[in-house]
């Protein structure tokens, strides 16, 4: 009963570099977000899918692009990474059957850019 | 703008009773959920209100008014295992969530 995985778990990057954070659920949710958590301000939003094929913006959007090709899968792709974006990952699916839409995280990527 | 406000530290003894506060002010509101995340883990869902009143699972209970744009955790019969971080999130409307910045609870013996 995997869930919610991401992969990697730890990553460094130098500034500028470009690199894809990987979501994968196994629970058949139609819903997927990302989010970023940074100290003292909660879990922001970054992009959210409500389907394969279907992807919008969040709050915090820049700098991040998104694609829903899978139900499955729901990769995060940092263009040009920036130490502003340093930060903690997290990604969560939903059932959209489920009134109370209850999300179930993944164990985060700790994101450190140098 | 958006923004949900809840105390950033609420300390409390074992055994007793904790409320944590949230106010709302958002675009559109579809339901509150409460999150509740320990050091270097995953957040894990803990209730929802979409309606107002009370919702209550086993030592937590949640509760909502949708008129003063206002929810509470309860959370009774503390234990340590339930110091953590604890966060309000408001469903905005087709799946958009957006979170408060989270209340750390210390439970002291």
């Known amino acids: 009963n995997a869930g919610v995985t991401q992969t990697p778990k730890f990553q460094v990057l130098k500034t500028g570099q470009s690199m894809t954070l990987q979501c994968a659920q196994d629970?058949?949710?139609?819903?997927m977000s990302w989010y970023r958590q940074d100290p003292g301000m909660g879990l922001r939003l970054i992009h959210y899918?409500?389907?394969?094929?279907?992807?919008d913006q969040g709050e915090v959007p820049n700098g991040y692009n998104v694609s829903r090709s899978t139900t499955e899968d729901f990769p995060l792709r940092l263009l040009s990474a920036a130490p502003s974006q340093t930060s903690v990952y997290f990604c969560?699916?939903?059932?959209?059957?489920?009134?109370?839409?209850?999300?179930?995280f993944g164990d985060g990527t700790r994101l450190s850019i140098l | 703008g958006q923004s949900l406000e809840q105390p950033s530290e609420v300390t409390a003894v074992e055994g007793a009773i904790v409320q944590i506060n949230c106010t709302y002010q958002?675009?559109?509101?579809?339901?509150l959920s409460w999150y509740q995340q320990h050091d270097g883990g995953a957040p894990t869902f803990l209730s929802y209100?979409?309606?107002?009143g009370l919702e209550e699972t086993g030592r937590f209970s949640s509760f909502l008014s949708r008129s003063d744009s206002y929810g509470y955790l309860l959370l009774q019969e503390l234990q340590m295992k339930d110091s953590a971080s604890y966060f309000c999130?408001?469903?905005?409307?087709?799946?958009?969530?957006?979170f408060g910045a989270g209340t750390r609870l210390f439970v002291k013996a």
């Open positions: 969560a699916s939903s059932d959209r059957g489920q009134s109370n839409q209850p999300q179930h």
């Open positions: 629970m058949n949710h139609e819903y």
């Open positions: 899918s409500v389907g394969a094929g279907i992807t």
């Open positions: 958002t675009s559109g509101f579809y339901g």
């Open positions: 209100n979409a309606l107002d």
């Open positions: 999130a408001v469903n905005t409307g087709g799946f958009k969530t957006i």
